[in-house]
């Protein structure tokens, strides 16, 4: 059993004193969503501590049985099955310590968008957000639209959701990048075999993104009618917002909060977010650049592919696992895709 690095326990039990010194400050719960991150990471420390002091614990007694096996041969049965229940907690709390980068303990921004593909890519997009919305659903996760840009015909041309979950972000940075579904295309009369792009989004939810200064002379804000699927008008007020970020370009829309402040205000958070977001990117890049190893995210590099025709395969092509099970993966079991990723980096 390891016990140091990664589950270090006094630096654990240094971190939740930090995070409990946090909770008692009068103002605490003056921004409730930062409060609810803290309280959330709390319970985790408090939880895992807990679980780590029992197994050290349990292995000092296991290790007291061991010396009297030969004396009781009862006792081989109660190690095995004390053992295997050990083993399975401790692999369990080993996949954590996979999470040891700042944001991954918090919640997440997923973004789809359709690529190329037409209606293919559109219906791609929208399998995707229902394979992510059964996995958070396994995770006892809450997930809820912000924006939804559905096709004319079919499926989604983009959508934004917010992930609230312990490690929701932690699991599913793995996810970012460009998936490629191959299959023979349902809106194809001659039934030939299509091949789609959908790009998958994943942003910390941040708590704190005071840091990030937005010059107000750099957004351009446009408020529109909230509309529901298929483009019907579900409110006669301009509630719907849409931020447009100048210098990078970058636009986000929310339409799904109750009033136009609200989705003002979540709009300009996910902004801040992605602005985050692409500052860390950078700098992590240029590190790659000065050694060497940085490529350009090209369109075509896609970081998963799905084929459904002429054989079934899900292939991860930057840890290069795979599984034939196509179904179960669309479903939503992807933990060994992310497991591959996370033990990769």
């Not at 293919?120 to 639209?145: H, P, S």
Request: charged share 30%; with cysteine; hydrophobic share 35%.
């Amino acid at each position: 059993m390891i016990w140091g690095g990664f589950f270090d326990l006094a630096k654990k039990a240094e971190q939740l004193k930090e995070y409990e010194q946090e909770v008692i400050k009068p103002d605490f719960w003056k921004d409730v969503d930062s409060a609810k991150n803290i309280t959330g990471k709390v319970s985790n420390l408090q939880n895992e501590i807990k679980t780590w002091t029992r197994l050290k614990e349990e292995a000092s007694f296991l290790l007291e049985l061991l010396k009297n096996i030969d004396k009781d041969d009862k006792l081989e049965k109660e190690i095995s099955e004390r053992y295997q229940i050990a083993q399975q907690e401790i692999r369990g709390l080993e996949f954590m310590a996979l999470f040891n980068e700042e944001y991954d303990s918090g919640d997440a921004i997923l973004s789809i968008h359709s690529g190329t593909g037409g209606s293919d890519a559109q219906d791609w997009t929208a399998i995707l957000f229902r394979m992510y919305g059964k996995y958070c659903d396994k995770k006892r996760w809450k997930i809820r639209v912000l924006n939804e840009h559905r096709g004319e015909e079919v499926g989604i041309k983009s959508i934004t959701a917010e992930v609230r979950g312990a490690y929701a972000y932690g699991h599913l940075k793995s996810e970012n990048g460009v998936h490629r579904l191959v299959r023979i295309s349902p809106f194809d009369s001659e039934k030939m075999r299509h091949t789609s792009f959908a790009l998958v989004e994943v942003l910390p939810m941040l708590q704190k993104v005071a840091n990030i200064e937005i010059d107000p002379n750099d957004l351009r804000i446009d408020t529109y009618l909230a509309s529901g699927h298929g483009g019907q008008s579900v409110q006669t007020t301009y509630s719907a917002v849409r931020i447009v970020h100048i210098p990078t370009k970058i636009t986000v829309t929310c339409q799904n909060e109750r009033s136009q402040q609200q989705n003002k205000e979540t709009a300009l958070k996910i902004l801040k977010s992605k602005l985050q977001h692409i500052a860390l990117q950078e700098r992590k890049e240029h590190k790659q650049e000065l050694r060497g190893e940085y490529r350009s995210p090209e369109w075509s590099n896609q970081i998963r592919s799905y084929v459904l025709d002429p054989y079934q395969l899900v292939k991860d092509h930057r840890t290069g696992y795979e599984e034939v099970g196509i179904g179960s993966v669309l479903d939503g079991a992807i933990d060994n895709f992310i497991i591959a990723y996370l033990k990769k980096i």
